[in-house]
């Protein structure tokens, strides 16, 4: 069981990325899906989520109106859209799955992804 992130990279602050994550070895179907960042020497925190029914995506105060979580129909792979990047927003990224718990604290999450690393540059 696999969650693999992709789609960091070098972008200057006011530009774009779409982080991707890919499930593999198994379905996530009723798994609650989220993005956590962690900057060098602070704490790993909440980013963004979609809820089962994807219907509901939860964001930070820092990211809301400039991020979108989205994911396929298929559930196979979900995304963070991200926009007008700050150099604030530099972190590596991970992505996680989830059956229970609240979607804002990392230990509610079973499965995660090993990172992606952006870095926004001034």
């Known amino acids: 069981v696999q969650l693999q992130a992709s789609g960091g990279g070098l972008v200057q602050a006011g530009g774009s990325l779409r982080l991707s994550c890919t499930v593999s070895?198994?379905?996530?179907?009723?798994?609650?899906k989220g993005w956590f960042r962690q900057a060098p020497g602070k704490e790993r925190e909440f980013v963004a989520a979609?809820?089962?029914?994807?219907?509901?995506?939860y964001y930070a105060n820092s990211v809301r109106g400039r991020f979108a979580i989205v994911r396929d129909n298929a559930e196979t792979t979900f995304y963070l859209q991200m926009n007008s990047l700050k150099p604030e927003d530099t972190a590596v990224y991970y992505c996680?799955?989830?059956?229970?718990?609240?979607?804002?604290?990392?230990?509610?999450?079973?499965?995660w992804g090993q990172g992606t690393e952006v870095t926004v540059s001034s």
């Open positions: 996680a799955a989830g059956e229970h718990g609240s979607f804002y604290y990392p230990n509610s999450y079973d499965y």
């Open positions: 070895g198994r379905t996530f179907r009723g798994y609650h």
């Open positions: 979609i809820s089962v029914s994807g219907g509901t995506t």
